[in-house]
């Protein structure tokens, strides 16, 4: 499959994961769930990085979407770090998804370099 191809189901992933469950808590004998969307604020910045991850996948420079995807990373994973136990599947999902977002992009970058000619 095409890399371009990959990037931009990776970011759209990302985007439904954010709509998923980030934290799970109950209070007494009722469960509730928290979304990107509950908790608003810096939680919108991964929405639009997911979204921007998926447009940049077609732009011939990779340097825009590695630092849109290590945003991502950096984000989810602090989220993550916050939510602790009570982290569900949707947080988890979305930091794994913008890690191998991150990773495809570096990949990219370097292939591209390695097949540029060199200036003598």
Same mark, same amino acid.
């Given at each position: 499959m095409?890399? =371009? %191809? ?5 970011g759209i992933a ?13 209070? $007494? !004998?009722? !469960?509730?769930? &928290?979304?990107?969307?509950? @908790? $608003? $604020? *810096?939680?919108?910045?991964?929405l639009?990085? /997911?979204?921007?991850?998926? @447009?940049? /996948?077609w732009?011939? &420079?990779?340097?825009p =979407? *590695? *630092?849109?995807a290590?945003?991502s ?9 916050n939510?602790?136990? !009570?982290?569900?599947?949707?947080l %988890?999902?979305l930091?794994?998804? /913008?890690g191998?977002?991150?990773l495809?992009? @570096?990949e990219?970058?370097?292939?591209? =370099?390695?097949s !540029?000619p &060199?200036a003598e």
């Open positions: 095409d890399k =371009r %191809v990959v990037g931009t189901l990776l990302g985007v439904l994961l954010w709509f998923m469950p980030w934290m799970a808590f109950s209070m $007494g !004998e009722m !469960e509730f769930h &928290q979304t990107g969307s509950h @908790i $608003g $604020g *810096i939680a919108y910045v991964l639009m990085s /997911s979204l921007a991850s998926a @447009i940049l /996948s732009v011939p &420079q990779p340097v =979407r *590695i *630092i849109v290590a945003l990373t950096l984000l989810s994973g602090f989220f993550w770090l939510a602790g136990e !009570e982290a569900a599947w949707g %988890v999902w930091c794994t998804v /913008s191998f977002s991150l495809q992009a @570096i990219r970058n370097s292939a591209e =370099r390695k !540029e &060199q």
